[in-house]
């Protein structure tokens, strides 16, 4: 009974919001949401965060070798799944828009992607995830305050993007947000690493369910605010980052944290399934990031990887013992890199990331690639 009242309410609401949303001639706008896998420099603008990338080495291959924010050598999967739907690279970051931006004619979207958010509002916010960043200068960390801003959570970037609607709903005979909008969202890894790394008591399956259950959350948030396509990226396997390897005697993946991102994918797969079929005009294509990633790492060389164990840029054992700085290592054949930092793909990888999302079969994306959802 509570489960069919539900729906209707979900179907009026589907109704009322394409509605609200007519439709708009133009190419879509497309909004980015996730951590730093797609964040282009939301983490320039908070003081107080450690997960940045606004210095050198990053950036070395990006035009002028400008460190932007980029996790990366030069662009990421987000810069790249904007490129094949011709723009230059991915939309500018929330925080670096003035209103005035949103009436440009080449008004292409937004990126609300923030490094080391992840879908609980906690993650990216304890000294856990303090842990995982650190400052160049290697200076000792004060502890954060809980008021310190570190990263901008998921729940805050589907707020950015409500105040982005009511502006573009504001501003007369601007393109709003339609059904057609495309919304590209990768997070997950963080929750992921910081339950594994905190040797929670709480046992995986309940975790799971708990993570899926906040994702169900925000895609009804997106949803109601008028969201229909969506193009998800699940997570990699994270097992096999420089950073974990490093835990490893052998220096081989963690499988522990590789079995979670599998069934991290599997429960998202179910949660788009039912999403879908509750309401009817959702789109989504599913990116099975692990798929795509461990097939590289079994089989490298096809793809003029030679190195995907080791990052390119880093210290200590395989350059996954801190992040990238000016004072790190740097490799100098970095597109036969896997793995830019101790945590992020290089320029190379990402770009292999955004083509088989776009262009792959059902092995890497269901139930549609990424092509196919631009065109639906
Ligand atoms: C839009 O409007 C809100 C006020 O509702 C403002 O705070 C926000 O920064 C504006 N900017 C953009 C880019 O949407
Ligand atoms: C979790 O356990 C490992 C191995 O016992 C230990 O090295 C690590 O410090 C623990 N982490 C936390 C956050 O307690
Ligand atoms: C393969 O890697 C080499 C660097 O060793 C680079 O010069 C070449 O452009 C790469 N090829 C492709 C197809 O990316």
Partial sequence: MANKSWVVV?????????VVSSSDPGAPLIFVLGDSTADVGTNNFLPTSTAR??????????????????????????????????????????????????????FSGVNFASGGSGLLDITGKTSLSLMKFGTPEKTPLAAPSINQKNVVSLTEQI??????KRNLTAIKGRRKVTKKSLFFISIGSNDLFEYYHSNSSIPKEEFLTSLLLAYENHLKNLIDLGARKFGIISVA?????????????????????????????????????????????????????????????????????????????????????????????LCLNRDNYLFWDLYHPTQAASKLAAVTLFNGGPQFVTPINFAQLAMA
Avoid: W
């Fill in 53 to 106: 990338a606004n210095f050198p080495h990053n950036g070395i291959d990006f035009p002028s070798s400008k460190p932007t924010g980029r996790f990366s050598n030069g662009l990421n999967s987000a810069d790249f799944l904007a490129q094949i739907l011709g723009l230059r690279r991915s939309p500018p970051p929330f925080l670096s828009l003035k209103v005035k931006s949103l009436r440009k004619k080449r």
């Fill in 159 to 164: 707020q950015q993007f409500a105040t982005v």
């Fill in 237 to 329: 396997p994270i097992g096999c980052c420089p950073s974990q390897r490093i835990h490893n005697t052998a220096s081989g993946c963690l499988e522990d944290l590789n079995d979670l991102a599998v069934a991290f994918h599997g429960r998202l797969d179910a949660l788009m399934f039912k999403l879908s079929s509750e309401c009817k005009d959702i789109k989504y294509a599913l990116g099975n990031a692990f798929e795509m990633t461990i097939n590289v790492i079994q089989n490298p060389l096809p793809f003029n990887f030679t190195q995907v164990d080791a990052a390119c840029c880093g210290a200590g054992k395989l350059n996954g013992e801190s992040f990238c700085s000016p004072y790190a290592n």
């Fill in 10 to 18: 979900s179907l009026v609401l589907c109704v009322a919001v394409a």
